[in-house]
């Protein structure tokens, strides 16, 4: 399979603790981005890289959230100090470059986070 | 700042035709896309329009017109697995020279025998 993987595909923590996601995009994509979405709304942007340069962030993005592609394959994600609204589903995807209209998202299946 | 609307939720019965539109205040995009996501999946692409007009693609086309910011996505001869979330996307100008994508709320599509 050469899509999109996450990793894990669900993760239980306790409110106060990090938690780390990977992402490892489909192999030849430059272009990576992480979204959230929770039940019954569309995904939220939060990041993107291209290579291993991130950017762009969205204001959803609080200084408990960072995100690190290191050599421009794959990236993570890590969330500090969680809290019980962080729960969500974290998506993650990845398009190949060229022309900015290059329109087409690779999504994976996300990892959805559950703090208690 | 950008926002779309879409219908929360649209029932249709298995054979027929559904349009599920998609308004947006949004300035500076490359075009409109529409994903599809089933319950516990991943948003899985439909289609694209960078240009005013239609697009097709099998049973599904989808349209955009800029100057009434506006679009939608029509599906024929519903079939029972079209049951899903449709979200249509305006790709934004980011930083980079790349897009972004920016996400309606979603449209529950429910397709009865």
């Known amino acids: 399979d050469t899509g999109v993987s996450q990793d894990p595909r669900h993760k239980i923590t306790k409110r106060g603790q990090n938690v780390t996601f990977r992402c490892d995009p489909i192999?030849?994509?430059?272009?990576l981005y992480w979204y959230r979405q929770t039940l019954g709304q569309g995904p939220e942007f939060l990041t993107y890289f291209q290579n291993e340069a991130q950017l762009e962030k969205s204001r959803l993005l609080s200084d408990r959230f960072s995100a690190e592609r290191p050599k421009g394959s794959f990236s993570t994600l890590e969330i500090q100090r969680t809290e019980q609204g962080d729960s969500a589903m974290y998506l993650c995807?990845?398009?190949?470059?060229?022309?900015?209209?290059?329109?087409?998202?690779?999504f994976g299946s996300g990892t959805q986070l559950s703090v208690l | 700042g950008q926002s779309l609307e879409q219908p929360s939720e649209v029932t249709a019965v298995e054979g027929a035709i559904v349009q599920i539109n998609c308004t947006y205040q949004t300035s500076g995009f490359y075009g409109l896309s529409w994903y599809q996501q089933h319950d516990g999946g991943a948003p899985t692409f439909l289609s694209y329009n960078a240009l005013d007009g239609l697009e097709e693609t099998g049973r599904f086309s989808s349209f955009l017109s800029r100057s009434d910011s506006y679009g939608y996505l029509l599906l024929q001869e519903l079939q029972m697995k079209d049951s899903a979330s449709y979200f249509c996307a305006v790709l934004r100008h980011g930083s980079g020279n790349t897009g972004k994508l920016i996400f309606g709320q979603g449209t529950t599509l429910q397709v009865k025998p």
């Open positions: 995807a990845s398009r190949a470059g060229g022309s900015p209209t290059n329109e087409k998202l690779f």
């Open positions: 192999s030849e994509h430059n272009r």
